[in-house]
């Protein structure tokens, strides 16, 4: 293992002297209780790999929130987190750093896919009921051992020799989310399956053992994996993997589904970029991709079984999409492809723009229709319009509309141009009194 020396280094050189000093000053608050403290999972995996950690786990062997409360009192502005029902805390530091700690525990799965029954350990258990050994690993906070590293499983070499490996022959089995997880660190960490993890895999699949976890357990993992950047990397894997029937209902094989969701990814972007700040449900965007060319009644089916949020936008979609594009092509008026536009979902929305090279005619009355069109609202209300003399009624609501579209059309920006245009239309009399 490497020396605690090595570990300072990397320490220091990653989280700088100030956040290295809180380390050491909760080790020896966790030390005086008698609980040591360490720190586990994927920050020290990320500090061996060079990586900077943006979270960053603890695991204390004993009562969490005994220690979270002694380090809260003593620095002022620290804010503490305790939740009861998961014996866990998040400390957050003035300057925004945060610290989740948790207590080490044991866990026990009563049935496949069932959730586990836990109770407290001490960092040797705990390190043993984790996903994949190079998240098995450990640094030791306390005064007496600080930096000293713990890893039974050989995480260490593993990362090195890229390799992702299970730590015992039912981990799949306990918990088949693990496979999803697994998948995301192949591809980010560009690991393979080390041999006798893909036959624990392969096995797990043979046993069907996804038809046991909850659609929101599996919905969560796969929302992640459609999150990652690299989706060659992705795909790879669900093909070498064999991972595809997750998907329900799984998109037909095709050569350029990759690139369309690549696409996909790029219109995400650009939207985030030009409307910063504005929610945007990105899976649903490469969702809609993936099953754009499945019949849609079994789109419809299958779609139901799953918790996907705003899935009724997604199969609305799916149902409408081809026809929208057509009618995309045939619009003439801006007017008219707004309407058209305004009919999908804005995930919808761009994944059809995804579908359109960046710079042919839709694409560019898509981004006009976000960028310009979306949020017009007409210059003249249904009040203005009765104070010019209009009486209510159905014919007011068809003025408004007319005068809607005209606005969208580029043909009157303000009240005075929308007078004028009320005027040209025989709808106002030229002499107002
Ligand atoms: P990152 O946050 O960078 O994606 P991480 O390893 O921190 O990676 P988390 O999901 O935050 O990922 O999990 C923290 C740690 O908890 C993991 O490193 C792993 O040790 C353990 N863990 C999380 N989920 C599971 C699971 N389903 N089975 C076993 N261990 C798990």
Redesign the pocket.
């Known amino acids: 293992p490497p020396p605690a020396a090595q570990i300072h280094r990397l320490l220091r050189q990653h989280w700088g002297e100030a956040r290295l000093q809180r380390l050491h000053d909760i080790g020896r608050t966790a030390a005086k209780l008698g609980t040591p403290a360490y720190l586990v999972?994927?920050?020290v995996?990320?500090l061996l790999q060079n990586h900077p950690a943006?979270?960053t786990?603890l695991a204390i062997e004993g009562d969490v929130r005994a220690v979270a409360e002694a380090c809260t009192a003593q620095l002022s502005g620290m804010q503490c987190t305790y939740h009861p029902q998961f014996g866990t805390a998040i400390l957050e530091y003035p300057d925004g750093f945060r610290l989740d700690l948790a207590r080490c525990r044991v866990e026990h799965y009563p049935a496949p896919a069932a959730l586990p029954e836990v109770r407290p350990g001490d960092i040797v258990a705990d390190l043993a009921?984790?996903?994949f050994t190079i998240?098995?690993m450990a640094i030791s906070l306390d005064p007496g051992s600080f930096g000293d590293f713990l890893d039974p499983h050989g995480g260490r070499m593993d990362l090195q020799h890229g390799l992702l490996r299970v730590l015992h022959p039912l981990s799949f089995v306990d918990?088949p989310?693990?496979i999803l997880?697994g998948l995301r660190f192949a591809v980010r960490f560009h690991l393979r399956l080390e041999p006798g993890t893909h036959v624990l895999l392969k096995t797990a699949l043979a046993r069907d053992i996804f038809a046991r976890l909850s659609g929101a357990r599996l919905w969560r993992e796969l929302k992640y994996v459609l999150e990652l950047d690299d989706l060659a990397g992705v795909f790879e894997k669900l093909d070498a993997w064999q991972l595809w029937p997750l998907l329900r209902p799984v998109p037909p094989k095709s050569e350029t589904l990759l690139s369309s969701m690549q696409r996909g990814q790029q219109e995400i972007a650009w939207f985030h970029r030009h409307c910063p700040g504005e929610k945007l449900f990105d899976t649903a965007v490469l969702l809609t991709l993936i099953w754009r060319h499945i019949p849609w009644a079994e789109a419809e089916k299958r779609l139901h079984c799953w918790p996907v949020t705003d899935g009724h936008h997604i199969l609305r979609d799916l149902q409408f999409l081809s026809e929208v594009s057509e009618a995309l092509a045939k619009a003439t008026r801006p007017s008219a492809a707004a309407q058209l536009w305004a009919s999908l979902s804005l995930p919808g929305i761009l994944a059809l723009l995804a579908e359109h090279p960046e710079s042919d005619a839709v694409a560019e009355s898509g981004r006009h229709y976000l960028l310009k069109q979306r949020g017009l609202k007409s210059p003249l209300s249904g009040r203005d319009l009765q104070a010019m003399g209009l009486a209510p009624g159905p014919q007011l609501g068809k003025v408004l509309r007319r005068l809607y579209e005209a606005h969208l059309d580029g043909e009157i920006e303000d009240k005075e141009t929308a007078r004028q245009w009320l005027i040209r239309q025989g709808i106002l009399p030229s002499i107002q009194p």
Do not use: E, H, K, S
């Open positions: 999972g994927g920050c995996r990320d943006p979270d786990d009921r984790r996903d998240n098995a918990d989310t693990r997880r």
